[in-house]
């Protein structure tokens, strides 16, 4: 998997997310996202394969979100709760599920309900006194 770069900081934070996930969505739906349901697959006979897919897939792919969140907390978005590996890898890893049920990248639509209707309520959510507890 590519390293990803955190987007433009265009003091937006819903902006900045629809544009790093159409960036992931646009790998997973290359070559890189056919091998790497290749490399899913093995992890079923070789689970220490496991490792190396978090390491070369997942890993990549939470640091630009949380560059992303880092500003939206700057700029007073977000509570600063949300900086958390756990939290940023909440829309990357429903954009793999996507993928790996559907055999294609999300759609525009799907990237838009991702971002309005799972991670902007979240971080929203980590923001209320019962939401920023864990």
Request: hydrophobic residues 45%.
């Amino acid at each position: 998997m590519p390293r990803f770069e955190p987007p433009p900081d265009v003091g937006d934070l819903r902006e900045e997310l629809l544009v790093l996930f159409r960036a992931m969505a646009g790998e997973l739906g290359g070559p890189t996202g056919a091998a790497m349901r290749g490399l899913i697959a093995e992890v079923v006979r070789a689970p220490e394969l496991g490792e190396l897919l978090d390491r070369q897939v997942m890993d990549p792919l939470v640091p630009p979100t949380v560059e992303v969140f880092r500003r939206a907390v700057v700029r007073g978005e977000v509570s600063p709760a949300a900086l958390t590996p756990r939290v940023a890898s909440v829309g990357c890893d429903l954009l793999l599920q996507h993928f790996l049920l559907h055999g294609a990248s999300a759609p525009e639509p799907m990237l838009v309900e991702l971002v309005d209707q799972v991670v902007l309520p979240l971080l929203r959510g980590l923001a209320s006194p019962a939401g920023g507890s864990g």
